[in-house]
């Protein structure tokens, strides 16, 4: 399936694959991780009680992040055409937020060392860096670049018709149940996370499902499809439905043909 000395077919099942990978990285991230208090000292309290789930937690989203992005370059090379899509462009958001999100493990070991030996100090340590505005341009690139991403890259999956419409659907919902209302803290503490255990799972549940719906299309395609520069014809425009006065016949007595005149 993975033939070395085959670009074409490589290039083609790795993509397809990681995007799995990245898929059950996500949801077992989401599974193992355990620390959900929407209070600060409280969430340190349940990190420092399960530390070593916390950083299996944040080496899965890491992991999961590295596979995904490697597997949209194979959705940037599906969706070519002959200019640049709103789905091109969502896939290249979602990128740059997933490499962002990769960096997060950083984060987890300073929290985890720090709810071990001082909580006190460590909570000082994150809210201050989280003050920087540098903190906040990755901040706004992560959670805008893996939102926005998302819903444009579903916006451009059903326009193209590239995959069918469940899969865009999906997404658009893995998007949007993370921004159900919560006892989240808000954005301005030192991290942004979701607000339950359960709507984690419900979100990468649904993008799951979507990746692996993009992966099935992406195996779909013959190698010789996929060696073109455009693996997928144009969409044909969607057309009105016909109405019933499209077809009814005209009012009146036709007109006489000039032979029987």
Not at 126 to 152: D, F, H, M, N, R
């Amino acid at each position: 399936m993975l033939k070395i000395n085959d670009s074409v077919e490589f290039s083609r099942t790795s993509a397809a694959m990681c995007l799995v990978l990245g898929a059950m990285c996500f949801l077992a991230a989401s599974l193992v991780e355990p620390a959900w208090a929407p209070d600060e000292r409280a969430y340190l309290r349940e990190v420092a009680a399960a530390a070593n789930r916390y950083q299996a937690s944040g080496v899965l989203n890491a992991l999961g992040s590295a596979a995904t992005v490697f597997g949209l370059i194979g959705v940037l090379h599906l969706l070519r055409g002959r200019r640049v899509t709103l789905g091109q462009l969502g896939a290249g958001l979602v990128i740059m937020g997933s490499v962002l999100m990769a960096g997060h493990w950083l984060i987890v070991l300073v929290e985890t060392a720090g709810a071990e030996v001082d909580p006190d100090r460590a909570l000082d340590l994150l809210t201050t860096a989280q003050k920087s505005p540098w903190a906040t341009l990755v901040y706004v690139g992560e959670v805008g670049g893996l939102i926005l991403g998302w819903v444009l890259m579903a916006v451009g999956l059903w326009t193209r018709r590239a995959t069918p419409v469940w899969v865009p659907v999906a997404l658009l919902l893995s998007a949007a149940v993370p921004l159900l209302p919560s006892n989240a803290p808000p954005p301005g503490t030192y991290q942004w996370r979701t607000s339950s255990q359960a709507i984690a799972v419900v979100s990468s549940a649904l993008l799951g499902a979507a990746l692996v719906g993009l992966a099935l299309r992406i195996l779909s395609l013959p190698d010789e499809t996929w060696a073109r520069w455009q693996p997928l014809s144009d969409a044909p425009r969607r057309r009105r439905a016909p109405s019933p006065t499209d077809t009814a016949p005209p009012a009146g007595p036709l007109p006489r043909h000039p032979r029987h005149r």
